[in-house]
C-alpha cells in the first residue's frame, strides 16, 4: 500500500469543516466592506471639513451683508418718513393758501371782469 493515509470523517466533522470555512469567507467579506465602508468615510470626512472651510466665510459675509441691509432699510425707513412728513406739510400749506388766496383772486377776478363789462357798456353809450 502507497502512504496515503485517509482518515474518516463523521457527518458532523464534515459540518464543522463546511461552517468554519463559509464563517471565513464571510469575515473576509465583513473585512472588506468595512475597509469600503472606512474610505466612504474618510471621503465624507475630507468633504465635509472643505464645506466646512469654504461656507463659514460665506456665512460670515452673508451676515456682514444682512446687517448692511438692515442699516440701509432704517435709513431708508427714515427717509420715507421724512418724505410722508414733508409731503403733509406741504399739502396742508396748499390748502392753506388755497384758501388764504382764494377769495381775494375770486373776488380781483370777478371785480376785473366786472369793471372790463362796465367799460364795455361805458363805451357802447
Same mark, same amino acid.
Given at each position: $500500500?502507497? &502512504? =496515503?493515509?485517509l482518515?474518516? $470523517?463523521?457527518?458532523?466533522?464534515?459540518?464543522?469543516?463546511?461552517i468554519?470555512?463559509?464563517?471565513?469567507?464571510?469575515?473576509v467579506?465583513?473585512?472588506?466592506?468595512l475597509?469600503?465602508?472606512?474610505?466612504a468615510?474618510?471621503?465624507v470626512?475630507?468633504? =465635509? @471639513?472643505?464645506?466646512?472651510?469654504?461656507?463659514?466665510? =460665506?456665512?460670515? @459675509? $452673508?451676515?456682514?451683508? =444682512?446687517?448692511?441691509?438692515?442699516?440701509?432699510?432704517?435709513?431708508?425707513?427714515?427717509?420715507? &418718513?421724512?418724505?410722508?412728513s414733508?409731503?403733509?406739510?406741504? @399739502?396742508?400749506?396748499s390748502?392753506?393758501?388755497?384758501?388764504?388766496?382764494?377769495?381775494?383772486?375770486?373776488?380781483?377776478?370777478?371785480?376785473?371782469? &366786472?369793471?372790463?363789462?362796465?367799460?364795455?357798456?361805458m363805451r357802447?353809450?
Amino acid at each position: $500500500m502507497s &502512504g =496515503l493515509v485517509l482518515a474518516e $470523517m463523521s457527518a458532523s466533522d464534515l459540518a464543522l469543516v463546511i461552517i468554519t470555512g463559509c464563517s471565513i469567507v464571510a469575515v473576509v467579506a465583513v473585512l472588506f466592506a468595512l475597509q469600503r465602508i472606512l474610505i466612504a468615510v474618510r471621503w465624507v470626512t475630507r468633504t =465635509l @471639513d472643505e464645506l466646512n472651510a469654504q461656507a463659514l466665510p =460665506l456665512i460670515d @459675509d $452673508m451676515a456682514s451683508a =444682512l446687517e448692511e441691509a438692515n442699516y440701509e432699510l432704517e435709513r431708508v425707513d427714515r427717509l420715507v &418718513g421724512s418724505a410722508e412728513s414733508i409731503s403733509a406739510t406741504v @399739502d396742508a400749506t396748499s390748502k392753506l393758501a388755497y384758501r388764504a388766496l382764494s377769495a381775494p383772486v375770486i373776488k380781483t377776478v370777478a371785480l376785473r371782469s &366786472g369793471a372790463s363789462k362796465a367799460a364795455r357798456r361805458m363805451r357802447k353809450e
